[in-house]
């Protein structure tokens, strides 16, 4: 069975300052892996995702997150906090070959310190 | 091009009743998920249909039904229904990309209250 952690469930950052939101994953097969935001009282919105091309993944807004297989981890980082980066985001996991379930993380709240 | 709509946005049910949540999905998209979203918590894959056969079932008891209709708008139904289902219910339409994996796109939710 697949399964996603997501370490700290609230996280704060200074405007301006790195995000770094971690996630870690267990699969018994290459995962595809996801990371998601979504904002109060609105549905979820896809950032990245991994599909076992380039590690390296760049999404919307200027996240980006890199597969490392070794760590079994799918960590989401942004170089500049903004005050609109505040939500909430979900690591999701799912098995490659069209199969279309998402395991989904309990989330992490990122609030960004003015 | 409108995204996914899901309708009612809110409901308010007693225990013991039942509900049916709708959900039209982006235009050529066939695949349609449900989630179910309790507060504090990521979602929990619930049901996914293609072209209106199951494809997938997740961990919820028979009291949830979906199906799936030609124009591949989808119904979740939840028949006597427990104060543990007020829960934010997600639903995602697909779309298969050149990476061979389905992106999946969420509408913003029906949330339901269970008094």
């Known amino acids: 069975a697949q399964s996603v952690t997501q370490l700290g469930s609230h996280v704060s950052v200074s405007e301006g300052a790195l995000v770094l939101l971690r996630c870690n994953y267990s699969?018994?097969?290459?995962?595809?892996l996801f990371w998601y935001v979504q904002y109060p009282n609105q549905g979820l919105q896809l950032l990245l995702k991994?599909?076992?091309?380039?590690?390296l993944v760049k999404g919307i807004n200027g996240f980006e997150a890199e597969f490392k297989k070794s760590e079994t981890s799918f960590h989401l980082t942004k170089p500049s906090a903004h005050m609109s980066d505040a939500a909430e985001y979900f690591c999701?996991?799912?098995?490659?070959?069209?199969?279309?379930?998402?395991?989904f993380g309990t989330g992490t709240r990122l609030t960004i310190i003015p | 091009d409108a995204g996914v709509t899901q309708s009612p946005t809110h409901l308010i049910k007693t225990r013991g009743q039942q509900v049916t949540l709708r959900c039209s999905p982006i235009?050529?998209?066939?695949?349609v998920s449900w989630y179910q979203q309790v507060l504090g918590q990521g979602p929990q894959f619930i049901f996914q249909?293609?072209?209106?056969?199951?494809?997938g079932r997740g961990n919820f008891p028979d009291r949830f039904s979906a199906r799936q209709f030609p124009n591949y708008s989808s119904e979740l139904n939840v028949n006597a229904l427990l104060l543990g289902d007020s829960a934010l219910y997600l639903c995602?339409?697909?779309?298969?990309?050149?990476?061979?994996?389905?992106?999946?796109?969420f509408g913003p939710g029906t949330r339901l209250t269970v008094t």
């Open positions: 699969s018994s097969v290459p995962p595809y």
């Open positions: 235009s050529g998209h066939k695949s």
């Open positions: 991994y599909t076992s091309a380039a590690t």
């Open positions: 249909y293609y072209e209106k056969e199951e494809r």
């Open positions: 999701a996991v799912s098995e490659p070959f069209g199969n279309e379930k998402l395991t």
């Open positions: 995602a339409s697909s779309l298969w990309t050149s990476g061979g994996v389905y992106e999946q796109y």
